[in-house]
Protein backbone atom coordinates (compact mmCIF):
# COMPACT_ATOMS: atom_id res chain seq x y z
CA UNK A 1 0.00 0.00 0.00
CA UNK A 2 0.82 3.29 -0.90
CA UNK A 3 1.81 5.69 1.69
CA UNK A 4 -0.18 8.81 2.15
CA UNK A 5 2.69 11.12 2.03
CA UNK A 6 3.37 9.57 -1.42
CA UNK A 7 -0.07 9.58 -2.49
CA UNK A 8 -0.53 13.18 -1.61
CA UNK A 9 2.42 14.25 -3.99
CA UNK A 10 1.13 12.48 -6.90
CA UNK A 11 -2.22 14.49 -6.48
CA UNK A 12 -0.49 17.24 -7.55
CA UNK A 13 0.75 15.96 -10.56
CA UNK A 14 -2.93 14.24 -11.37
CA UNK A 15 -4.49 17.90 -10.77
CA UNK A 16 -1.67 19.49 -13.16
CA UNK A 17 -2.74 16.63 -15.72
CA UNK A 18 -6.49 16.99 -16.39
CA UNK A 19 -5.78 20.66 -16.28
CA UNK A 20 -7.44 22.13 -13.13
CA UNK A 21 -6.45 24.75 -10.77
CA UNK A 22 -6.21 24.69 -7.31
CA UNK A 23 -9.70 26.48 -6.90
CA UNK A 24 -11.60 24.25 -9.34
CA UNK A 25 -9.91 20.96 -8.06
CA UNK A 26 -11.13 22.83 -4.70
CA UNK A 27 -14.92 23.30 -6.22
CA UNK A 28 -15.38 20.19 -7.44
CA UNK A 29 -14.02 17.90 -4.44
CA UNK A 30 -16.24 19.94 -1.91
CA UNK A 31 -13.30 21.14 0.05
CA UNK A 32 -11.49 24.43 0.51
CA UNK A 33 -8.76 25.29 -1.72
CA UNK A 34 -6.48 25.79 1.10
CA UNK A 35 -7.09 22.04 1.87
CA UNK A 36 -5.99 21.47 -1.80
CA UNK A 37 -2.96 23.33 -0.85
CA UNK A 38 -2.01 21.44 2.34
CA UNK A 39 -2.77 18.16 0.48
CA UNK A 40 0.10 19.37 -2.32
CA UNK A 41 2.39 20.36 0.13
CA UNK A 42 2.06 17.38 1.97
CA UNK A 43 1.32 18.32 5.43
CA UNK A 44 0.39 16.03 7.72
CA UNK A 45 -2.88 17.94 9.54
CA UNK A 46 -5.34 16.49 6.36
CA UNK A 47 -8.40 14.43 7.23
CA UNK A 48 -8.02 11.18 5.11
CA UNK A 49 -11.25 11.97 4.09
CA UNK A 50 -10.56 15.25 2.72
CA UNK A 51 -7.45 13.45 0.56
CA UNK A 52 -9.91 11.16 -0.95
CA UNK A 53 -12.44 13.50 -1.73
CA UNK A 54 -9.76 14.95 -4.15
CA UNK A 55 -8.47 11.67 -5.37
CA UNK A 56 -12.44 10.97 -6.58
CA UNK A 57 -12.29 14.68 -8.30
CA UNK A 58 -9.02 13.86 -10.35
CA UNK A 59 -10.58 10.31 -11.61
CA UNK A 60 -13.93 11.76 -12.42
CA UNK A 61 -12.10 14.50 -14.47
CA UNK A 62 -9.69 11.49 -16.26
CA UNK A 63 -7.22 10.49 -14.03
CA UNK A 64 -5.70 7.11 -13.37
CA UNK A 65 -3.62 6.49 -10.56
CA UNK A 66 -1.53 3.32 -10.26
CA UNK A 67 0.49 2.01 -7.07
CA UNK A 68 4.07 2.04 -6.33
CA UNK A 69 5.96 -1.29 -6.74
CA UNK A 70 9.87 -1.96 -5.22
CA UNK A 71 10.96 -0.33 -8.67
CA UNK A 72 9.02 3.04 -8.48
CA UNK A 73 6.39 4.92 -6.03
CA UNK A 74 2.72 5.45 -6.97
CA UNK A 75 1.97 7.59 -10.41
CA UNK A 76 -1.15 9.31 -12.50
CA UNK A 77 -2.03 8.94 -16.12
CA UNK A 78 -4.91 10.01 -18.22
CA UNK A 79 -7.10 7.43 -18.54
CA UNK A 80 -8.77 6.53 -21.70
CA UNK A 81 -11.98 6.90 -22.57
CA UNK A 82 -14.20 4.41 -21.63
CA UNK A 83 -11.96 3.07 -19.16
CA UNK A 84 -11.67 2.23 -15.82
CA UNK A 85 -11.35 5.62 -14.43
CA UNK A 86 -14.17 7.13 -16.74
CA UNK A 87 -17.27 7.53 -14.40
CA UNK A 88 -19.30 9.38 -17.00
CA UNK A 89 -22.57 7.83 -18.40
CA UNK A 90 -24.80 8.73 -21.46
CA UNK A 91 -28.65 8.47 -21.35
CA UNK A 92 -30.11 7.61 -24.20
Not at 19 to 43: F, H, K
Request: cysteine-free; proline content about 3%; aromatic content about 2%.
Amino acid sequence: MDSMSEIMRVLRAARALVGLSQAELAELSGVSRQIVVRIENGENNVLVDAVEKVRRALEQKGAAFTDATPQHGPGVALARPGGAADTETTAD
